[in-house]
């Protein structure tokens, strides 16, 4: 009986885990090392840029940033597995220039974005729309990835592997 109750409880909690990042922005699906590359170049990263990641998940874009770059990169997650699992990384590569934030981005300011990632859904990406019109200053590359931002047209953009990068 009670282990019966126990694994009841271990299905719930699981599924909780899995889909509440869902309706704060999106699930999690790492995003693939080839694929954040191009991100980093088609939004041309420089020594110059603060990085944002909204969602930033095991945190792979912040580390090849901050470590290609050297730049301040700071990540928001909103998952407290996945934010610690990110924390450590970070902490075990020694890598100062990234900053991990656990919140909900709707909640943080961006206003020091230079470059902003995300991997969201289209819901979380519309969503978002507003907030960066408020908060980026002009010039500041967004750089979707598998989502556009309806309305928007993208100064570069790679259909086949899905990456989009707009300026504020």
Not at 57 to 74: T, W
Not at 110 to 125: G, M, P, R, W, Y
Request: include cysteine; charge should be positive.
């Amino acid at each position: 009986m009670w282990c019966l109750l126990g694994l009841f409880l271990a299905i719930i909690i699981a599924v909780f885990w899995i889909y509440w990042a869902q309706a704060i922005g999106a699930g999690w699906s790492p995003t693939p090392r080839e694929i954040v590359d191009e991100m980093l170049n088609m939004a041309k990263v420089n020594s110059s840029d603060t990085l944002f990641d909204l969602g930033s998940g095991d945190g792979r874009i912040l580390m090849m940033a901050a470590a290609r770059f050297g730049i301040p990169v700071i990540g928001i997650e909103a998952d407290p597995i996945r934010f610690l699992v990110c924390f450590i990384k970070v902490k075990a590569y020694r890598l100062s220039n990234v900053r991990i934030l656990w919140g909900n981005f709707f909640h943080v300011n961006l206003s020091e974005a230079t470059v902003v990632i995300t991997f969201l859904s289209d819901k979380a990406n519309q969503r978002l729309k507003n907030k960066f019109q408020q908060e980026l200053r002009a010039g500041t590359r967004v750089v979707s990835y598998h989502w556009k931002y309806t309305g928007w047209t993208p100064v570069r953009s790679n259909p086949v592997s899905g990456v989009y990068v707009y300026e504020i």
